[in-house]
């Protein structure tokens, strides 16, 4: 028996070990890749630059973090109430033999590939983005609203988790005090799992921020900073996606660069996942 247990230490371990080597082998390659390139760019033009025009060596980012950025932001906008309000529902209002339906609905919707929902943008939002909004269809609200889907299983699986781990007795005493059972979720249920709530959708902006395939389909691919939600942007996934191809020298360590800030946005992310989870500990 000890020496099972021995063994099964020994393949945790390494498998731990594995996860921490990938980890500081990517960061190898991308920052002693991507460093010179900041530097031979300027990190300022590399970070602030308005252009990207690779044939005239301008590669400024900038338009590319905005458009990250609006694009992630309106996927929070649109995806976060409804992933919420799902989850609550899902928790505590609905029957057994729903839950049974919506249940595995929501986690089918976690495995679909994302060229799958860049598919349908291109074929569905797309269109309808056009005929009710205008413009072309392939704009930032286009991509906020598939990418908004897109976090929902995240958001609401992690969620409901969150309101199924609060303790019962909180619900009841809520009740014994003459609240109704809307109140008592959302007053006493809801708030004691808030940490959990916060995690799920800061998991969900760490996959909004990181797609590439399908917003590369309903984007629009412009590296430009829109002056309106129906303009098309490029994000700085699509950019590396897009040019990493036929890209050399100069060009592509800047690509390679444009990964490096892509990283840090992540590891940001992240880092703020690690506090809230502290702050629930506290």
């Not at 082998?25 to 530097?39: E, T, V």
């Not at 598939?146 to 309101?163: A, C, H, K, N, Y």
């Not at 619900?171 to 004691?192: K, N, Q």
């Not at 990181?210 to 984007?219: D, L, S, W, Y």
Request: charged residues 15%; glycine residues 10%.
């Amino acid at each position: 028996m000890k020496i099972k247990e021995r063994l099964f230490e020994i393949i945790f371990l390494l498998a731990a070990g594995f996860s921490i080597l990938a980890v500081l082998l990517i960061c190898m390659f991308l920052f002693a890749n991507g460093i010179p390139a900041m530097h031979k760019i300027g990190l300022t033009d590399f970070l602030f630059g308005l252009k990207w025009k690779p044939g005239s060596e301008l590669y400024g980012i900038f338009p590319m973090i905005v458009g990250s950025l609006y694009v992630t932001a309106g996927a929070i906008i649109l995806g976060v109430p409804v992933g919420l309000m799902t989850a609550v529902f899902l928790s505590r209002f609905c029957p057994e033999w729903l839950h049974k339906i919506i249940k595995p609905a929501v986690d089918l919707l976690a495995g679909i590939p994302s060229v799958v929902y860049g598919f349908f943008g291109l074929m569905v939002i797309v269109p309808f983005v056009r005929n009710v909004f205008g413009g072309n269809g392939s704009s930032i609200l286009t991509a906020s609203i598939l990418l908004g889907m897109m976090i929902l299983p995240t958001i609401i699986s992690v969620s409901e988790t969150s309101l199924n781990a609060v303790p019962q007795n909180y619900y009841e005493g809520s009740r014994a005090l003459g609240a109704t059972h809307e109140r008592s979720v959302f007053m006493t249920v809801l708030p004691a799992a808030k940490s959990g709530i916060i995690a799920g959708i800061i998991l969900g902006i760490g996959r909004a921020i990181g797609e590439t395939m399908a917003v590369i389909m309903v984007a629009g691919n412009q590296a430009r900073i829109p002056d309106s939600i129906l303009k098309g942007v490029r994000t700085l996934t699509a950019n590396i996606v897009i040019e990493m191809g036929y890209a050399t020298d100069l060009h592509r360590e800047a690509l390679i660069a444009t990964g490096v800030v892509l990283f840090v946005f992540i590891l940001l992310i992240n880092l703020s996942f690690n506090l809230v989870k502290k702050g629930s500990r506290k």
